[in-house]
Structures are given as C-alpha cells and as structure tokens.
C-alpha cells in the first residue's frame, strides 16, 4: 500500500458507523474506515444469498474434446462481497482427472503517475492539478487452480470438470440461501437424492488395467443439490480382482480317446474359475528305465526318478525279481539286501514303476487339458491329480455419485460364490451396482439401481391402474361368491348352480345327473368282467430283444454239484383269480353319467364319451367277501404223485379229476 495511506477498520471492534462532530479536523483514515465499513455491511448481507464463486449471468463453457480447448463466455461472478464482470476467454485443459476452473482476483494501486486523470480537474481552484485519492483496481482473469497466477486465497473455483466433462451443479443466477432452503425442502419431502433424468451407467470395454464405464447424460439430485451433466460422460475404474488361492485340489485321471488320432487325453475342470494361473499339476507318472547293476553285491540302485510311489516290476531278459524275496523298495532305491537272486554286478536290467511329478500345462479360464503321454512317461489311469491354481474372486461394486459430481466405485467384499454388494455411502447418490465375474470375454453385470424421480403424469397413470385393478378384483370376489355361498341368499331366490350333488334332496332318489354345471339324463354302466386268457399274461404282439448279455465269463463252477432237485410245485390257477364288485351306498347318477347328447333339427346325432374322475382314493380292507363260485385247475404233476388235499383259505374243497 501507499505510506501517506491511513486504514485502521476492524470488524471485530464492532464499530456500527461514523460520528462526524462540528469543530475537529475530518481524517483522511475515517474516510477509509467509511468505505471499508459500508463494503463490510453489503458483504454481510450478499453472503447470506450468494457464495464466492456462484455465477450470476453467464459462464458458459464448451469444450473440446479432441484438443482440450475450452471456450468461457462472459460473465458476472459474486466474489468477495462484490459482482464482478468477466470477459470471454480461451483455456487449454486436461482431458483426464479433475480440473477446476475459476477466477484469479487480484488488485493494483493506481496513482497519478500511472493514470494523470487522477489529477485535480477542477480549474481556478486552489488543488487544480493536485494530486488527490489514489485508487485500488481489481483484475478478474478465467484461469485453473494450476495456473498459480497469484497467492492461492486469491483463486475462486466455478467449474469443475471431470475427465473432459462438466459438471453442472446448478444453473444461473445461484443464490446459495435459496439454494439450501430448496436442499433441505427437498430431503424432508423427496429424501433428496434421486436421479431426474438420464444417468444410465453402461460397461464400454477393458483398456489395459481399466475398465471402462459410459454414464448417460441427466440430472439427479444428491442432499437436495442439483448436479447434471449436459453430455455422456466416460469414468475408468483399476481392473483389481481379489485372487483366490487353491492348494492341491484332487481330480481322478480318467483319459478318453481323442478324436481324428489313437492318442489320449482328459479335460480337468476346475472347481473354481475364471482360473488366473495354474502354479503346480502333480501327477502320477508310469514309465520303465534301465538301471546298471552296481558293482558291490547286495547293494543298492538308484532310480533315475524322484519321489517314486512303488516298483511294479524288475525284469532282466526271461527273469523276474520279486519284491520282498529278490529286493526291496528303500528310500527311492532298490536294495538287493536280501538272500534272493540279483543281476550279476555291472549287468543292466529293466524297472517298471511310478513317481509322482509336475507336469506343464496350458491352462484357459476354466481349467486344461492333460494329455496321457508326458514327456516323463504315461499317467496312471485313476491316479490322484493335485492341482495348485490361482483364480479370480466374484465381486459386487457399487458406482455412486456425490454432490460435487465425483463418480466413485465403492469396491465390495469378494467371496467364492454370492458376494454381497457394499452399503452406500452418506451423501451419495447410488448409480448402479456391478457385478464383477472377471472373465476375459464377458462384461461385467450392471445392474441400475438409482431411484429415480416420477412425474406427476404417470403417477396419475398409476392411479388409474390400480384402481382398475381395484375393480376387476372386486368383480372376480362377487363371482366367486356368487359360485360358492348358498343360493338361497341370493336376493331371496332359490337357485342351484349345478355345481354339485349340494343342493338335491339327499331324501328323495335322484333320477338326472349333474355334470359340467349341466342337468342331464342318466346314463347307467355295467362292469364287464375281461376273461383270463390261457396264458400267464395277456400282451400284444411282441419280440424279444436282448436288453443285457454275458458273451463272456472268467471260470466255471457245477451249479448242482450233488444232484439235489427241489419238487417243482403245482400251477393252480383261478377262474376268475380277482373278484371286483361295487358297493354303492348312494343312488345319484352323478358318477356314472360323464356326458349325453342327442340331436336337434333336421339331423340326429348322438355321441358317447366315457371318462374317469378321480375326486378322492380310498383303500381300506374289505370286512366281509360276496359270495361266488371260483373255478380252480392245478396242473404241473410229476408221475407217480397223488394229490393228498386241496384246501381254499383253510376250508377244504373237493377237486375232480379232469
């Protein structure tokens, strides 16, 4: 500041204004404390309307996307308990991360030397061509915070913008007392965070470790403040799946041929996917090596393999060693320790046995495939496989949005099957919940679930839905009851549906039957009795076929060494062997009848149709049986054999010979 220039204003003094008295001498520092305590009092009561940074008129920004070049029109920002004027300007920004675009204030003293307006113009005075008050001047400049053009108090942010994208908070004129009161109206009344329009998240691709989102353009509302976004705005989350870790996971190897060749192969699935690495594939290894008979007798050989599970043989040229005789398996050697026979010394000799080992393979998302023939030798059919593998975890993220319009991805908690998606944030505005399965060709499942604002147009629709449902659902209960209450309370009438046998007089013998809601004639039915064919059983006309055979047998063995035959019983057959007779407590017709229906007009036609209901089962041991005549024949006897007594139930029956 000047040295002749006097301000000693303190708010804090609580000074309210200026008392000027008649007789003292006027100072040049009251005049200054005047201004400052005037300034003071405007500020106080725009600060209570308006914030630093709130647009008054214009500001608008267009940005290109290709080059970064922003376009700021003209206008008029509340700063410092003052509107102050803009004029257009050119920016060049960073398409990626956050850019805050503002306005840098900064202020110059001016005097006479450099503005000689400030001189005294009044002619013929005493102080013509004086010099008088000098003159504090602003400068308003459209910047970024980086620019750092000046001390960092004297930056005032306006817009923000998010990788190429701006961020709406709320249109001009902002008034920020109006706005809170409309903030805090809109939380009691609506809950204050909802999506207006728009705001659809979309999964795009995978670039390097990022994944790739598309947020629809739209406005929503977050603690009651608007933020919107005029276009489709992208957002790149880390590609970071939670890996799972799997040891020795057991599989049993059972190869199949493969086709087009003689070579064999199986396909190991894992248990759980998409898999990330496959570390170790410990597997059982069968192959034969020559050894060379060491020198020393009763000594030891080494095989050539590790870890190795059992000799199968030891064979030189028409001689076979066995174990526990000729050897023995000691510590992945062959000790010829024992009394029995061994290769002459310096003579070789052939070994068949199985190791364990790793083997490489080439794994996919949801496991490999083993060949049978390893470059060690051939997999042991039914062998155990161990597998160690690393895979990638299921996981549900949530995407919300704050009030200052940051898209964040709240990362969930992963689990191998059912993960349960993260809780909201306070002051967020839930977007969508992704459901991350991290395979390679498939996207990531978006699930919007922001809720969403509904005009008053379609929740009149609404309305009238429902109150259609209202009435079609009152309807459907009258004809419900309608069906099933007595008839006689219906408006004092007697009426009988046809529904049921309900409504006849169980006392007086029916003679029409009710069936399908219609009153018909009877129809009477017999039971008809099939005869029993001479046969066992009664078929139609077939072939035998072999459904399982034994072409092939292992041994042999006399199925009746000691010639001991059991007496093959007697055949008795019944005529008839099954009694069935019908009980009938009741006389409607109603069960018999299905349907009967004669002509009309000119022409005649009558149809039958016999069908069968079943309402309700019962089976219950009958008390008593009718009684009958049953015809028996027994047949089947040998020579020489009499027939000592027939009996029937316990009651014995005379039998004539045929």
Same mark, same amino acid.
């Given at each position: 500041?000047?040295?002749?220039?006097?301000?000693?204003?303190?708010?804090?003094?609580?000074?309210?204004?200026?008392?000027?008295?008649?007789?003292?001498? +006027?100072?040049?520092?009251?005049?200054?404390?005047?201004?400052?305590? #005037?300034?003071?009092?405007?500020?106080?009561?725009?600060?209570?309307?308006?914030?630093?940074?709130?647009?008054?008129? !214009?500001?608008?920004?267009?940005?290109?996307?290709?080059?970064?070049?922003?376009?700021?029109?003209?206008?008029?920002?509340?700063?410092?308990?003052? $509107?102050?004027?803009?004029?257009?300007?050119?920016?060049?920004?960073?398409?990626?991360?956050?850019?805050? $675009?503002?306005?840098?204030?900064?202020?110059?003293?001016?005097?006479?030397?450099?503005?000689?307006?400030?001189?005294?113009?009044?002619?013929?005075?005493?102080?013509?061509?004086?010099?008088?008050?000098?003159?504090?001047?602003?400068?308003?400049?459209?910047?970024?915070?980086?620019?750092?053009?000046?001390?960092?108090?004297?930056?005032?942010?306006?817009?923000?913008?998010?990788?190429?994208?701006?961020?709406?908070?709320? @249109?001009?004129?902002? +008034?920020? /007392?109006?706005?809170?009161?409309?903030?805090?109206?809109?939380?009691?009344?609506?809950?204050?965070?909802?999506?207006?329009? !728009?705001?659809?998240?979309?999964?795009?691709?995978?670039?390097?470790?990022?994944? #790739?989102?598309?947020?629809?353009?739209?406005?929503?509302?977050?603690?009651?403040?608007?933020? /919107?976004?005029?276009?489709?705005?992208?957002?790149?989350?880390?590609?970071?799946?939670?890996?799972?870790?799997?040891?020795?996971?057991?599989?049993?190897?059972?190869?199949?041929?493969?086709?087009?060749?003689?070579?064999?192969?199986?396909?190991?699935?894992?248990?759980?996917?998409?898999?990330?690495?496959?570390?170790?594939?410990?597997?059982?290894?069968?192959?034969?090596?020559?050894?060379?008979?060491?020198?020393?007798?009763?000594?030891?050989?080494?095989? @050539?393999?590790?870890?190795?599970?059992?000799?199968?043989?030891?064979?030189?040229?028409?001689?076979?060693?066995?174990?526990?005789?000729?050897?023995?398996?000691?510590?992945?050697?062959?000790?010829?320790?024992?009394?029995?026979?061994?290769?002459?010394?310096?003579?070789?000799?052939?070994?068949?046995?199985?190791?364990?080992?790793?083997?490489?393979?080439?794994?996919?998302?949801?496991?490999?495939?083993?060949? *049978?023939?390893?470059?060690?030798?051939? +997999?042991?059919?039914?062998?155990?496989?161990?597998?160690?593998?690393?895979?990638?975890?299921?996981?549900?993220?949530?995407?919300?949005?704050?009030?200052?319009?940051?898209?964040?991805?709240?990362?969930?908690?992963?689990?191998?099957?059912?993960?349960?998606?993260?809780?909201?944030?306070?002051?967020?505005?839930?977007?969508?919940?992704?459901?991350?399965?991290?395979?390679?060709?498939?996207?990531?499942?978006?699930?919007?679930?922001?809720?969403?604002?509904?005009?008053?147009?379609?929740?009149?629709?609404?309305?009238?839905?429902?109150?259609?449902?209202?009435?079609?659902?009152?309807?459907?209960?009258?004809?419900?009851?309608?069906?099933?209450?007595?008839?006689?309370?219906?408006?004092?009438?007697?009426?009988? @549906?046809? $529904?049921?046998?309900?409504?006849?007089?169980?006392?007086?013998?029916?003679?029409? /039957?009710?069936?399908?809601?219609?009153?018909?004639?009877?129809?009477?039915?017999?039971?008809?009795?099939?005869?029993?064919?001479?046969?066992?059983?009664?078929?139609?006309?077939?072939?035998?076929?072999?459904?399982?055979?034994?072409?092939?047998?292992?041994?042999?063995? *006399?199925?009746?060494?000691?010639?001991?035959?059991?007496?093959?019983?007697?055949?008795?057959?019944?005529?008839?062997?099954?009694?069935?007779?019908?009980?009938?407590?009741?006389?409607?017709?109603?069960?018999?009848?299905?349907?009967?229906?004669?002509?009309?007009?000119?022409?005649?036609?009558?149809?039958?149709?016999?069908?069968?209901?079943?309402?309700?089962?019962?089976?219950?041991?009958?008390?008593?049986?009718?009684?009958?005549?049953?015809?028996?024949?027994?047949?089947?006897?040998?020579?020489?054999?009499?027939?000592?007594?027939?009996?029937?139930?316990?009651?014995?029956?005379?039998?004539?010979?045929?």
């Amino acid at each position: 500041m000047l040295q002749d220039y006097y301000h000693n204003y303190d708010k804090a003094n609580g000074y309210e204004r200026l008392l000027f008295r008649s007789g003292r001498g +006027l100072q040049s520092r009251e005049l200054n404390d005047l201004q400052s305590q #005037v300034q003071n009092q405007v500020k106080d009561i725009a600060d209570v309307l308006l914030k630093d940074g709130d647009l008054v008129s !214009g500001g608008d920004v267009v940005i290109d996307t290709q080059s970064g070049e922003t376009q700021l029109s003209a206008a008029q920002v509340y700063l410092d308990g003052h $509107i102050r004027s803009l004029p257009a300007a050119t920016l060049t920004i960073a398409l990626q991360g956050s850019v805050d $675009i503002g306005v840098w204030l900064t202020h110059s003293v001016v005097t006479e030397v450099e503005d000689p307006t400030l001189r005294d113009p009044a002619v013929n005075a005493l102080n013509y061509d004086e010099p008088g008050a000098a003159r504090l001047k602003q400068h308003c400049q459209w910047g970024q915070r980086d620019d750092a053009l000046a001390e960092e108090n004297a930056f005032y942010p306006v817009h923000r913008i998010e990788d190429g994208v701006l961020i709406i908070k709320q @249109p001009p004129p902002q +008034l920020d /007392a109006v706005t809170q009161a409309l903030a805090r109206y809109d939380r009691e009344a609506n809950g204050g965070s909802y999506v207006v329009e !728009g705001m659809a998240l979309s999964y795009r691709d995978r670039e390097a470790d990022q994944q #790739v989102f598309s947020l629809q353009e739209g406005k929503a509302h977050i603690q009651g403040y608007e933020v /919107a976004f005029d276009t489709a705005r992208s957002a790149a989350f880390d590609w970071d799946p939670d890996i799972g870790t799997v040891r020795e996971e057991p599989k049993a190897f059972i190869s199949v041929p493969a086709s087009g060749d003689d070579t064999r192969s199986m396909r190991v699935d894992l248990d759980f996917f998409p898999v990330k690495t496959v570390e170790e594939v410990n597997v059982s290894i069968e192959k034969s090596a020559t050894l060379t008979r060491a020198q020393l007798a009763g000594g030891e050989d080494l095989l @050539p393999d590790e870890s190795v599970l059992e000799i199968l043989s030891v064979t030189q040229g028409e001689t076979t060693f066995v174990a526990g005789v000729d050897f023995l398996f000691l510590r992945n050697h062959i000790s010829w320790q024992l009394s029995g026979a061994e290769p002459a010394p310096g003579s070789q000799f052939e070994v068949r046995y199985r190791f364990r080992t790793q083997v490489v393979v080439e794994p996919d998302e949801f496991g490999f495939t083993l060949q *049978k023939q390893q470059p060690q030798g051939e +997999l042991v059919e039914n062998a155990l496989i161990t597998v160690d593998y690393q895979w990638y975890r299921p996981r549900i993220d949530l995407v919300v949005l704050d009030r200052f319009g940051q898209l964040k991805r709240i990362k969930g908690q992963p689990a191998h099957q059912l993960p349960v998606a993260p809780k909201v944030p306070a002051n967020h505005l839930p977007l969508a919940q992704v459901s991350q399965s991290w395979f390679a060709e498939q996207a990531p499942e978006i699930e919007n679930l922001a809720v969403r604002a509904v005009s008053m147009s379609e929740l009149e629709q609404m309305q009238s839905q429902i109150s259609d449902l209202y009435q079609l659902l009152a309807i459907e209960r009258l004809r419900n009851d309608a069906n099933s209450e007595e008839s006689s309370s219906k408006f004092g009438v007697f009426v009988d @549906p046809f $529904i049921d046998d309900d409504m006849r007089d169980a006392g007086i013998e029916q003679t029409a /039957a009710i069936v399908d809601g219609e009153l018909i004639l009877p129809l009477s039915a017999d039971i008809v009795e099939l005869p029993l064919p001479t046969g066992n059983v009664l078929t139609l006309p077939y072939e035998l076929e072999d459904v399982l055979a034994q072409t092939k047998q292992t041994g042999s063995m *006399k199925v009746n060494p000691y010639q001991a035959v059991e007496p093959i019983p007697a055949t008795v057959r019944l005529s008839p062997s099954v009694d069935h007779w019908t009980q009938t407590s009741r006389s409607w017709t109603s069960p018999i009848t299905r349907r009967f229906d004669i002509g009309r007009g000119l022409r005649r036609l009558t149809r039958t149709r016999t069908s069968t209901q079943v309402l309700r089962r019962t089976t219950r041991q009958a008390q008593f049986m009718r009684s009958r005549w049953v015809n028996f024949t027994i047949s089947g006897f040998g020579p020489q054999e009499t027939l000592d007594r027939v009996t029937f139930d316990g009651i014995r029956v005379q039998a004539q010979e045929a």
